[in-house]
């Protein structure tokens, strides 16, 4: 009897100690400093939704499947338009391998002799060292349909 | 977007963040990671080489992101502070990612100037602490995916840290993914 009391008294007080500190964490100014309220003009659903059908009129679902992989998956490193981690991508289907001006490649890169044609661009997101050994490029994209839709999507944004 | 309703939780969360972070930051730093020198072929370790200096590379770009947010007078203070510690985070991968680097006889690549970050993430187009967040969201969620992708590419002596790193990142991703007021995903196997 006396240790399950002891017991409950210590749970208690173990439930009011987690208690109190959610109560000291959630302080006013943290909570609103991270509540972000929708901007209601910037995050209008209708806005954005109206945007993105006159792209998916523009090209094909494959390619709006692959832009929002590319986002996930290749985001980190690469934009279209600047030099990151890795190459901009703009105009890269169709392009000479490793010659994107402005950028720095492994050697693996510039001395590759290979345009980046659809096979090549699925071999390569395959295994990307496997392809041009010695690259600094690690990511794999394991899945065909994955890659088949992020080709697809580099398509049209290249001339 | 927002419902009402499940924000007293998500402060808490969030409340809460702060202060076990920059624990679990400092426990990563301070654990350190050894490598042995790998029984690799010479080619195995200079890809490796190559692999980890991409990623040294991928948390220049994030620690010098955070700390463009937190001079840029867009957030709150509270918002700075969380920022912070998220970039003392990418610091400890930064550090590990190096000497890994050095272990195996490379050479860690070196961080750009502020002005090719400013200019390579758009730092202009940021308007609000709105903008600011988004721009984390998106490369810690892409970040997270990036070294989940390239753990297959890499030598068997850097699979644990490179999860541990995306472990980190999911992390960051999810605690501003919820400051934002997204929807948690319904389906499991969200990175990677």
């Not at chain 1, 240790?3 to 173990?14: D, E, M, Q, S, V």
């Not at chain 1, 490793?98 to 659809?118: C, I, M, P």
């Not at chain 1, 699925?122 to 490029?137: C, R, V, Y």
């Not at chain 2, 969380?82 to 961080?111: M, N, S, Y």
Request: aromatic share 6%.
């Amino acid at each position: 009897m006396k240790t399950t009391t002891g017991i409950a008294f210590a749970l208690i007080a173990i439930v009011t100690t987690i208690g109190g500190l959610l109560l000291a964490n959630s302080h006013p100014s943290m909570q609103n400093a991270l509540h972000v309220p929708g901007n209601a003009e910037k995050t209008d659903p209708s806005i954005k939704s109206s945007a993105l059908s006159v792209t998916l009129a523009a090209t094909s679902d494959q390619a709006a499947i692959g832009e929002k992989l590319y986002q996930m998956k290749c985001g980190a490193c690469h934009s279209l338009d600047k030099n990151r981690i890795g190459p901009r991508h703009r105009n890269i289907v169709g392009k000479q391998a490793g010659t994107v001006t402005g950028f720095k490649y492994s050697n693996a890169l510039k001395r590759l002799k290979a345009q980046w044609t659809d096979e090549n661009l699925d071999a390569w997101l395959e295994n990307p060292g496997k392809f041009a050994p010695g690259t600094s490029m690690g990511f794999r994209v394991k899945k065909a349909n994955e890659r088949k839709a992020i080709i697809a999507y580099l398509k049209s944004v290249s001339k | 977007m927002t419902t009402e309703t499940t924000m007293p939780t998500r402060r808490n969360f969030i409340g809460g963040a702060g202060k076990t972070l920059s624990l679990a930051g400092l426990a990563m730093i301070s654990g350190g990671c050894s490598y042995a020198a790998a029984p690799n072929s010479a080619s195995a370790t200079s890809q490796d080489v190559e692999i980890l200096n991409a990623a040294i590379a991928l948390e220049h770009e994030g620690i010098a992101a955070y700390q463009i947010a937190a001079t840029s007078g867009l957030l709150q203070p509270a918002v700075v502070d969380i920022g912070v510690t998220f970039q003392g985070h990418h610091k400890g991968h930064r550090d590990a990612l190096i000497k890994a680097v050095e272990q195996l006889g490379g050479t860690p690549v070196e961080e750009q100037s502020q002005d090719h970050y400013i200019d390579a993430l758009d730092i202009a187009s940021l308007k609000n602490q709105e903008d600011v967040l988004r721009l984390a969201l998106k490369l810690e969620r892409g970040a997270a995916n990036a070294y989940l992708g390239l753990i297959p590419s890499l030598g068997n002596d850097f699979h644990q840290v490179a999860a541990q790193m995306a472990g980190d990142e999911a992390f960051h991703a999810a605690i501003l993914g919820n400051a934002l007021g997204e929807p948690i995903p319904k389906t499991p196997l969200m990175f990677g």
